[in-house]
């Protein structure tokens, strides 16, 4: 099969799942990042011919992520190895890394101590990574990542061998369950908390891609309809006890709970609270502060 029949079978047998353009998309992507095609060899040479390419088109057609089937998502200028049971890094989220490093452009002389962040809801670790990697040129920084499930947490470690980094630190820890003492008596006290946590309610799943729903891990995803805000409430009171004074909470929210969790927020304490919208202008983010 070459480049164009490639292309051309992707467009028809996508079409009914993902519409013409997304699927001419999805093809184009599968021919550089798994096949080492670039998009200027696409178009200049597309007879160029493409060895066993039935397998990724008949897994795209199943509905399957072309990230999982390529190994990695593209997060901050870098690549993150992802598959089955790790979330799959958002455009929107690398929105919320650079709003974090904006506002923490600190210089190790101005601070001597380490500077030290706490990404909750690792999954990956692109957030870790990404803020690790973009602020420990400008200061002496500690950072570290949890999450509950032992395959995200492969992942977030093996992206170390990918950048041969020694942070950020990656454990097991359950935010609704977990031991929090011995939590607050490894970490110490931090500077900046953040988590993308669980926050697409149940009710949405209709309105959900079949990409998302039957490939990508629920745990990750969706929350009660009951109580929707259950990890940011949790996360915040670790945050009113982790942090120090002026510490910083960030959070990726549910533009449908932005209202409810700015006045959990206010109702715990915390001040300068704000709701930021993404790029699309959609509500997206929430910061407070500890007083």
């Known amino acids: 099969m070459t480049v164009r029949e490639f292309i051309d079978d992707c467009k028809r047998r996508l079409l009914p799942l993902y519409g013409k353009e997304e699927a001419a998309s999805l093809a184009s992507r599968a021919l550089e990042d798994i096949f080492n095609i670039s998009r200027t060899k696409q178009i200049t040479y597309p007879d160029t011919e493409i060895n066993n390419p ?9 509905g399957e992520p072309i990230q999982y089937i390529a190994g990695f998502e593209y997060f901050c200028g870098e690549k993150f190895k992802v598959g089955p049971g790790v979330l799959i890094p958002r455009p929107e989220t690398e929105e919320l890394v650079n709003l974090i ?3 923490s ?5 101005e601070f001597p101590k380490p500077f030290k ?6 999954g990956s670790g692109c957030i870790a990574w990404s803020l690790h990697k973009k602020l420990a040129e400008t200061m002496n920084l500690e950072s570290y990542g949890c999450d509950i499930s032992e395959t995200a947490l492969k992942y977030a470690k093996n992206q170390r061998y990918l950048y041969g980094r020694r942070w950020p630190m990656f454990f097991r820890y359950d935010v609704l369950n977990g031991d929090f003492q ?4 490894f970490i110490g006290k931090l500077d900046i908390i953040v988590s993308n946590p669980p926050y697409i309610a149940e009710k949405e799943k209709a309105l959900m891609h079949k990409n998302v729903l039957d490939f990508e891990p629920e745990q990750a995803l969706f929350v009660s309809d009951k109580d929707p805000l259950l990890f940011y409430r949790k996360i915040a009171e670790m945050a009113q006890e982790l942090l120090y004074p002026g510490g910083k909470l960030y959070f990726e929210i549910n533009p449908l709970f932005a209202d409810g969790l700015e006045q959990m927020l206010k109702g715990k304490g915390f001040c300068n609270i704000r709701l930021i919208s993404d790029l699309t202008g959609r509500i997206r983010f929430a910061s407070a502060i500890v007083p």
């Open 54 to 62: 039935e397998t990724v088109i008949t897994r795209l057609e199943s």
């Open 101 to 103: 490093c904006s506002e």
């Open 105 to 109: 452009n600190l210089r190790a002389s």
């Open 117 to 122: 962040i706490f990404d909750i809801c690792t």
């Open 182 to 185: 011995a939590l607050k008596s």
